[in-house]
Nanobody
Framework: QVRLVESGGGLVQPGGSLRLSCAAS????????MAWYRQAPGKGRELVAS???????NYADSVKGRFTISRDTAMNAVYLQMNSLKPEDTAVYYC??????????????WGQGTQVTVSS
């Protein structure tokens, strides 16, 4: 079993910044892709940013230029730096990690979600 623990959400004013963190633990042999998704009230879950093993990054058009995804391979962690936050960024943010476990093969795990609220 691979467990993901997220932190860093909260309430911030428009234009402010937050940094989300997600750490994976368990019997992990390797990690392929890491990503952040979000789900706003009444909407489906959408991909915000992803970073595969080669370190390239992909972003939703709505967050390009404002959000930055990064990963720490040694720590099995992924981060999302969010700047110039807007009210429409309000959502529950989830991290997602795909990889391989030492004994049980491929895994695809989700974090518990962390609330981000952008409001004045």
């Amino acid at each position: 079993q691979v467990r993901l623990v997220e932190s860093g959400g909260g309430l911030v004013q428009p234009g402010g910044s937050l940094r989300l963190s997600c750490a994976a633990s368990g019997s992990i042999r390797s990690i392929n892709a890491m990503a952040w998704y979000r789900q706003a009230p009444g909407k489906g879950r959408e991909l915000v940013a992803s970073i595969p093993r080669d370190g390239t990054t992909n972003y939703a058009d709505s967050v390009k230029g404002r959000f930055t995804i990064s990963r720490d391979t040694a720590m099995n962690a992924v981060y999302l730096q969010m700047n110039s936050l807007k009210p429409e960024d309000t959502a529950v943010y989830y991290c997602n990690v795909e990889g391989s476990m030492r004994l049980f093969g491929p895994f695809n795990s989700w974090g518990q979600g962390t609330q981000v609220t952008v409001s004045s």
